[in-house]
Structure formats: C-alpha cells, structure tokens
C-alpha cells in the first residue's frame, strides 16, 4: 500500500504561517502528490498538488523535497476557516491511500 | 459548477437490513470512487470506476457489499444485509480520468447501523 506519515495534530496562530509536513516513503517517479482538506461533517475538500516543483495557488502552497520523499503544505497566513484535518497522498498503482491526517488547530 | 451529490445524508437502519447510497457525480468526471470513512481514520478506497467498468473493486467486501455505475454517471452503492460494523461515512468522489486531476469529494452518507 502507498503510505503517508504526518504528525497527528499541529496548532498554528491565527494569521501566522502554518507549515504541514507529510513523508512519502513508497511514492514513485510517476505518482502526483495531492493534498485534502476535511472539516467536521464535510467531505475532504482538494487543496493543491504536485509532481516536482513547488506550487501555488490561492489556497496554499506545495513545497516538494528533490527527492520527492517528503512533502509541506505551507498555510501563509492561518484563519480560523483554515481549522481542519488536512490529509496527504499519492497516487500508486491508480489508487490514491489517505492516511489519519493532521488535525490543526488555529488559535484566535 | 455543481458539485459531487450523495444521498440520503444520514441513514439509520436495523442489523441485517438492506441499505443504498446514491452518488451523482460532477458532469464529465470518468472517474467515479466509492470510500468509506471511520472515525478518526482516512477515508478508504472501496471501488472505483472509469466510466461504467468497475476497474478497482478490490478492497470491496463483495459478500454483502455492491455497487454499480449505470451509463457512466450516476452510481449507487449497496450494503444487504447490513452489519454493526459497517457503521461509518459513506463519500463518493468523481475526477478527470488522469491521475494530475483532483478529486472532488461529495459530503458523504452517515451511517449508523442499531
């Protein structure tokens, strides 16, 4: 099975930047990384992804290590909305494997 | 556009009932999954299809579990009879057919089994 491993929860401070690591141990040279976020009662809701370089967009930003074994979802100014479980993963094998995710607390 | 529809929302049967969740996914997306999500967990991976063709069923407990995907749209999944142990959320999801495509996730199907 294709596996992530994060910290189980993270605390950040309202309006300061939040960096979420996950580790990519099976990911392969072909395998996207994606990255989900799931409020309470709330299907998981796609934030960003990636191959190889790092990425932006309006939500967040995706840095990826050179040896793709290790992913951040850097947060760059956290809000009280940003309070959610955030899950990592990768596509093997046309299947994508979603761990127990990082719960982050935002502090007002 | 619209987004990934599940219903019912909240279902509450008795063991060894029958139960069906139904699943419209976002207009073009091939890619249809089924997951299922416990307490605390990640969701996990039941079946997926690529149009109408059940392409990944593996993790799928086929004894009482079903499911299909009628003219490559909309897909219902379905648990007879169901057990105490299948107490969970349901989530279907859709995407692009490639895997550099996102998925889009419904709300799910809370499942509560007495």
């Known amino acids: 099975d294709a596996k992530t491993t994060q910290p189980n929860s993270m605390e950040s401070n309202e309006e300061e930047p939040v960096h979420l690591p996950c580790n990519h141990s099976t990911i392969s040279g072909t395998d996207y990384i994606h990255w989900y976020r799931q409020l309470p009662s709330q299907g998981p809701e796609y934030v960003i992804h990636?191959?190889?370089s790092n990425v932006n967009n309006r939500m967040a930003s995706l840095a990826i290590a050179e040896d793709r074994k290790s992913s951040t979802l850097i947060l760059h100014r956290a809000t009280l909305r940003d309070a959610a479980v955030y899950y990592c993963t990768h596509n093997t094998g046309n299947q994508f494997y979603f761990g127990t995710g990082t719960s982050l607390t935002v502090i007002p | 556009e619209a987004g990934v529809v599940q219903s019912p929302r909240y279902k509450i049967i008795e063991k060894k009932q029958p139960v069906a969740f139904w699943c419209n996914p976002i207009s073009g997306h091939n890619t249809l999954y089924w997951y299922l999500q416990n307490l605390g967990q990640g969701p996990e991976l039941l079946i997926r299809y690529e149009n109408e063709e059940a392409v990944d069923d593996s993790q799928l407990p086929k004894d009482r579990f079903s499911a299909e995907r009628l003219k490559g749209v909309d897909s219902t999944l379905k648990i007879q009879p169901a057990e105490l142990g299948d107490s969970a959320v349901y989530l279907c999801a859709s995407s692009s057919f490639n895997f550099d495509q996102p998925q889009h996730f419904g709300d799910g199907t809370r499942l509560s089994i007495l």
């Open positions: 990636g191959l190889t």
